[in-house]
């Protein structure tokens, strides 16, 4: 059935699919980039100097129909007339560098991480039950999704703060995230800010880490 299946549709559109192998377990793709020009990563002038050829294997990506799928793809290797930079392209911004998953793979196992805090172990075994088999090194170096707190919220975060601690001088008043939580959850209006009457410590500890005025407030 999937030999007949057409799979373009499922990638870049300058990618055409040479090869497909499949085992019950998996899909093994063979994509190739027909590009002609890419955008220099240096200077941004667009390239058509096609300078060679470059392989990434044993990409994984999105499973399809309960079997995992890997891609090994041949790009184009371009040369900047501008710069002389010589650069792989990424269509449709598809791969990540150096990662053995696809961008939207790991977009996947990014708010999988999420949702279960952060957990690792829990996320590898939930995405390889799901077909897709990434090592636990793979699963760790995968950033979590931002978290998605307004500025509003956040500025009344740090207000939180400053009132409950009468925080004149950081240094010398740090407080732990769990303490900072209680009073978010203990002083919130849910009318006025109902992102934050359920935010978990995690989610906290990802605001805390990506605002400076926060962070050198909270022990570490
Ligand atoms: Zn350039």
């Known amino acids: 059935m999937q030999d007949s299946f057409d799979f373009r549709g499922f990638f870049p559109k300058e990618y055409t699919v040479k090869e497909i192998s499949s085992s019950p377990e998996a899909l093994t793709l063979d994509l190739e980039s027909t590009s002609t ?4 990563p240096k200077c941004g002038f667009s390239s058509y100097r096609i300078h060679g050829k470059r392989r990434r294997k044993n990409i ?21 007339p501008e710069c002389m930079q010589i650069f792989a392209e990424n269509p449709g911004d ?3 560098e150096r990662k053995s998953v696809t961008a939207r793979c790991e977009n996947h196992i990014s708010e999988v991480k999420h949702i279960l805090r952060g957990n690792n172990a829990k ?23 931002p ?21 004149d001088n950081p240094s010398e008043h740090q407080y732990s995230l769990e303490e900072l939580l209680e009073k978010i959850h203990a002083n919130c209006e849910r009318e006025l800010h109902p992102s934050l009457v359920d935010l978990s410590l995690y989610d906290l500890s990802l605001l805390v ?12």
């Open 37 to 40: 020009h890419a955008p220099c």
């Open 123 to 145: 996320t590898k075994s939930i995405v390889n039950s799901g077909h897709i088999p990434v090592q636990a090194g793979v699963v760790r170096y995968i950033p979590v999704s």
């Open 147 to 167: 978290v998605d707190i307004c500025d509003t919220d956040r500025d009344w975060i740090y207000k939180i703060y400053k009132i409950c601690y009468q925080d």
């Open 94 to 96: 598809f791969l990540l």
């Open 60 to 80: 994984v990506d999105l499973p399809f129909l309960e079997r995992s799928v890997l891609l090994n793809i041949t790009l184009n290797e371009y040369i900047c």
């Open 209 to 220: 880490s990506s605002d400076k005025r926060l962070k050198e407030r909270i022990k570490k």
